[in-house]
């Protein structure tokens, strides 16, 4: 006699072997073998099983994030468009309780939770447990869901996963939330970083680090999405320049040190401040600091 393990395994087998069925049977299938077969369609990039599944998913949250190793252009695509079909259904499904599709690369609980469950019944006080606690910003409006991500910014360019999101999620903007905590540069962008702020809720960022050589007309340009992060709690700036050229163009430097400075006042919130190599600031540090 197979043990229930054994027959879950299966059954998941059989369904990634046919798409169609698979897709077709979403609504009668147990909340049980919504992960498992998640992670299979998944490992197998099995996208059209992907999207039906994201638009019935049973639960609050789906943390996507953390399956995604490697960004995969694809996978993403498919996760999206499983959104747009949720977000087009007018009466949602009962069945569908999704509201967080959470990007973020960490570690997280729920998978574990149920790849541990010998006989596929996870407990509901586990199911809690597992799906990750968030304490998101509230929005006013028809927001159908909200997307969180961080990102660790570490070339000049937004690579083509990110560049389709934000285009996509440009788009959705009266019905989408995207949420993202920590927001780090480890390159001069050749984009415009401020062009970031389109889609995320400036006031979900808690830490932003500028971990690369930018230029002064640059951080500036930036500056009033720094004013707009209203709950940060940590700000790291590495190396601001001055062009040599710029030395003598007195009118410029001011306009940008006030367009600059003039934003500290908005980060009430902020608790960990890291200047490095800002030189700009030793002769206006009172400022920065009042």
Partial sequence: MRSPSSLKLLAIRSLLKDEAFAISALKALPMKLFPPLFQGAFDGKQTNILRAMVAAWPFRCLPVGALMKIPDLEIMQAVLDGLDLLIKQKDRQRSCKLEVLDLRDAENN?????????????????????QPAMHLPIRQGN????????????????????????????????????????LEFGA????????????????????????????LLTFATFAPGLGKMRNLQKLLVNNISIPSEWFSNIELKEWC?????????????????????VFFLNERLDQVLR
Avoid at 189 to 206: A, D, G, H, R
């Fill in 188 to 215: 001069l962008p050749v984009y415009k970083p401020l062009m970031l702020l389109e889609v995320f809720e400036p006031k979900s960022i808690q830490e932003l680090e500028l971990n690369a050589c930018w230029d």
């Fill in 143 to 182: 927001q159908v869901v909200t997307v969180m991500m961080n990102l660790s910014l570490q070339s000049v360019d937004l690579c083509l996963l990110l560049k389709y999101f934000h285009s996509w999620a440009k788009q959705r903007k009266d019905v989408l939330q995207v949420i993202c905590e920590k």
């Fill in 257 to 277: 040190f006030t367009e600059i400075i003039s934003q500290f006042s908005q980060l009430n919130k902020l608790q960990q401040l890291y200047l490095n190599g």
């Fill in 110 to 130: 729920f998978w574990q939770v149920w790849a541990a469950t010998e006989d596929g019944v996870c407990p509901p006080d586990i199911i809690g447990e597992s």
